[in-house]
């Protein structure tokens, strides 16, 4: 099976995978509603997110290993193992940095900061932790292999780094449907096309969204806590130093 048509067969898994949520949850609703939850709707959205993403997962690997070279590295040269892990960590704190750039500047034009689609996704996943690993661990799997290995991959040999770099990240933010935190989502698409050119290793760059989608959502299930924490001992070392 040529490369071209893996990357085509992963490409329509992934559409559709974004297109079954339009109806799939739909008859987990009623099976929920008969096991008698209190929202069933919230049940079968974050069932249907999980259970779609691992299938995603699955079939794109079905796909990949009928030619064990598609996932070969990107040029000469690749990192190590531990380049990778170390790429992979570095790449995160490269995000997170980015990231704040990025909502910087949104600010400064007006745009009001927060995401409504983490949100939307961590209250599923409060609801239904399962999707925490859809998250954390699919979600990086399937964008990094589709927009870092595929696109970025396909465009580069024809273009240069950046043209390629900002093409695929564009089109990784314009697939969140947050056009108002486009820059936000392109930022942390380059840096992951960076982070995967450096290394020559796509694994460098899942690692490096893994850890960040990690992050975020640690973040925002202990938000109240944190902030509690923050607040109490804040006021202590204001009345230690004072």
Do not use: C
Request: net charge positive.
């Amino acid at each position: 099976m040529s490369h071209q048509k893996i990357a085509f067969s992963i490409l329509i898994t992934y559409v559709l995978m974004q297109l079954s949520g339009a109806v799939g949850p739909i008859p987990l609703v009623f099976l929920f509603d008969r096991l008698g939850y209190a929202d069933p709707e919230m049940q079968a959205v974050g069932w249907w997110i999980f259970s779609s993403m691992l299938a995603a997962v699955v079939i794109f690997f079905y796909f990949i290993r009928k030619d064990k070279t598609f996932l070969k590295p990107l040029g000469p040269k690749p990192s190590s193992t531990a380049g990778v892990i170390g790429w992979g960590i570095v790449g995160f704190f490269m995000v997170l940095f980015g990231q704040a750039l990025a909502a910087g500047i949104e600010q400064l034009i007006g745009i009001e900061p927060g995401s409504e689609n983490t949100a939307l996704f961590i209250k599923i996943a409060k609801s239904v932790p399962v999707v925490v690993f859809a998250i954390a661990i699919f979600a990086p799997i399937l964008e990094e292999i589709l927009f870092r290995r595929i696109l970025f991959g396909m465009l580069l040999p024809k273009t240069n780094f950046f043209i390629a770099a900002l093409i695929s990240s564009v089109m990784f933010g314009i697939i969140h449907f947050e056009m108002s935190h486009i820059l936000l989502y392109s930022v942390s698409g380059f840096i992951f096309a960076f982070i995967y050119y450096k290394t020559k290793r796509i694994a460098a760059s899942i690692l490096a969204h893994m850890l960040l989608n990690g992050f975020v959502v640690l973040v925002q299930f202990f938000a109240e806590d944190l902030q509690k924490f923050a607040e109490r001992y804040g006021q202590v070392f204001i009345t230690f130093f004072n």
